[in-house]
C-alpha cells in the first residue's frame, strides 16, 4: 500500500517537473515547481520525517513559490516599462 | 543535435551512478555507531523528546550558526540589490474576502508559528520552520492590506538582537566550559516539559525570531514596494 503510494506520488512529481519545464507561461511552470515540493513532503511524511517535511511544505512550496511571483512580477514590470 | 546527444549522455551516466542505490539496496536494521550516540544522548544527556532537534542545535550547532548567517547574508544581499524606490501608493485594495479572512487568520498563523519553535525540543519543527510560518503570516497581512507600511527597522532590530543573543549563548558556553552552543548553561529540568533540555527552546526560539524577521524583509522588499 505505502509503497504504491509513494510510487504513484514520485511519478506525479516527475510529471510535475516535465511540465515546470515545457509549460509556455512561466505563472504555470511557477506553480508545477511549487507542486513538486508539496508531494515531496508528502513523501518525506509517510517516510517518517515530519521535521523535513514541515520545512519542505512550508519553505518549499509555500515561501519560494511567492517569492517566485514576486520576482516575475517585477521583471515584467520592468519590460513594460521600457 | 550534439546539445541533444550531450543531454542524453549525461542522463544515462546519471542513471548508471544512481541505479547501484535501487539495485543493492539493504534497508539498514540497526542504527550505525554516531546513530546509536546520538539518539541515546539526545534523550539522557539533553533531555530533549526531538531528536532531531538536539542534532540540529547541539551536536551539530556551529553548521546551524553557519545557516543563520548565510540566510542573514541572502536577505542582505536582496536588500541591497533591489533597494525599492517607493513610488506613489496603488489604488487597488485587495478583495473583501480576503480582507476579512486575513483579519482572522493572521493572529492564528502567528500563534501556530510561535508554537512551533517553542516546542521545538518536543514536537516536529522548530526555528526555521516557526520562522517561515510567521513570515507567512505577515505576507498574508501584506497581500489583504497593499498600502501597509512595514516598520523596517523594528525587523531589523530584532533580528540582529537575537542573532547578537545567539552567538552570546554560544560565548556564554564557552565561558562556562561546557562548550560553544551547549544547551547545558541552563538547568535540564523535567523531561518532556516546556522549559526543559537546558538551552535548546532558547536557542531555537532565538533562530525563530531571526528567520522570521528575515524572510519578513525579503517578502516586503521583494512585493511590498511596487
Known amino acids: 500500500m505505502i509503497p504504491g503510494i509513494i510510487i504513484g506520488l514520485g511519478v506525479i512529481m516527475i510529471a510535475a517537473a516535465f511540465a515546470a519545464i515545457y509549460f509556455k507561461s512561466l505563472l504555470a511552470s511557477i506553480i508545477a515547481a ?43 514590470k520592468g519590460k513594460s516599462d521600457d | 543535435m550534439i546539445k541533444k546527444v550531450v543531454v542524453l549522455l549525461s542522463i544515462i551516466g546519471l542513471i548508471a551512478i544512481f541505479m547501484p542505490m535501487i539495485t543493492q539496496f539493504q534497508e539498514r536494521e540497526n542504527l550505525n555507531e554516531l546513530a546509536t550516540d546520538y539518539v541515546n544522548g539526545s534523550i539522557h544527556e539533553l533531555g530533549t523528546p526531538n531528536v532531531v532537534t538536539s542534532v540540529i542545535v547541539t551536536y551539530r550547532g556551529l553548521d546551524t550558526l553557519g545557516e543563520v548567517t548565510v540566510l542573514f547574508l541572502a536577505t542582505v ?23 476579512t479572512t486575513s483579519s482572522v487568520l493572521v493572529a492564528m498563523i502567528m500563534v501556530l508559528g510561535i508554537y512551533i519553535f517553542t516546542h521545538g525540543h518536543l514536537t516536529p519543527g522548530g526555528g526555521f520552520q516557526g520562522g517561515v510560518v510567521i513570515a507567512s503570516g505577515f505576507l498574508l497581512m501584506l497581500l489583504s492590506n497593499v498600502n501597509a507600511k512595514m516598520n523596517h527597522s523594528i525587523m531589523h532590530f530584532v533580528e540582529s538582537l537575537s542573532g547578537f543573543a545567539y552567538v552570546g549563548i554560544g560565548v556564554t558556553g564557552l565561558v562556562l566550559t561546557v562548550g560553544f552552543l551547549s544547551p547545558k548553561i541552563l538547568p535540564l529540568g523535567n523531561f518532556g516539559d516546556l522549559f526543559s533540555a ?21 517578502l516586503v522588499t521583494m512585493g511590498g514596494e511596487k
Open chain 2, 198 to 218: 537546558g538551552a535548546i527552546p532558547v536557542i531555537y526560539s532565538l533562530v525563530g525570531l531571526k528567520v522570521g524577521s528575515e524572510l519578513t524583509s525579503i
Open chain 2, 77 to 99: 544581499g536582496v536588500g541591497f540589490l533591489l533597494k525599492g524606490k517607493s513610488e506613489d501608493k496603488i489604488e487597488i485594495s485587495a478583495s473583501e474576502l480576503l480582507e
Open chain 1, 34 to 76: 511549487g507542486v513538486i515540493s508539496l508531494l515531496a513532503s508528502v513523501i518525506y511524511l509517510i517516510l517518517g520525517s515530519p521535521d523535513v517535511a514541515m520545512t519542505e511544505a512550508s519553505i518549499g512550496s509555500g515561501l519560494t513559490t511567492v517569492i517566485f511571483l514576486f520576482a516575475l512580477h517585477r521583471v515584467r
